[in-house]
């Protein structure tokens, strides 16, 4: 007849095997922060490579720059040297002549919807527009003898959506190039300058041949 201690491991064996049990989660655990850091860094290198990738490729386009002597491409003033709203359009297969995406532009009203009025008319297909975002930058309105203009902004993290933003137009602003449209993320923002200097506040939809003709 077996005793009660039949079959089972003798006290020393089964205290060994308790401490190899103890130890066992922590080793799982190390296993799991190191596939996570494993995976962690197939993310990150992912992620490396889809940044080198061209601009849309990805089916993600980022402002740029448009300080460091870059020019307009409609009417060729320095962007950074000039007054008022400013902008970038970037095009899927096409490009503006003389330089890489995107397309840069010191006023929006004279030279950026132009452009790309224009080039839908062409067939050229649109990847993505950007303009100064005044809900989100320390702007200044400067009041001169003959003109009143509002300050320009060439920094990325200036630049927003253009079909996002709300635009004051026919106000007492200018930019650039004259009389201009002057965009803000926030309707309130937009709502309030139109009050201040006399301008209607339109959608990017709104904004046509017409509107850029009056």
Known sequence: MCSPDCGRAPPRERERRLATDADRPDDRLGRRTVLGASAAGVAASLAGCLGDLPPGDDGATDPISLADGRDCDVCGMVIENHPGPTGQLFYDGEGPEGHDNPARFDSLKQCLFPYRLEREQLGWDLDAAYVTDYSSVD???????????????????????????????????????????VPFSDRADAESFADEYDGEVVAYGDIDEGLVGN
């Open 139 to 181: 702007y200044e309105v400067s009041a001169g003898s003959d003109t009143t203009t509002i300050s320009s902004h060439t920094a990325p993290e200036s630049f927003a959506r253009a079909e996002d933003l709300r635009y004051v137009v026919n106000s007492a602003v200018e930019g650039a190039m004259g009389p201009d449209f």
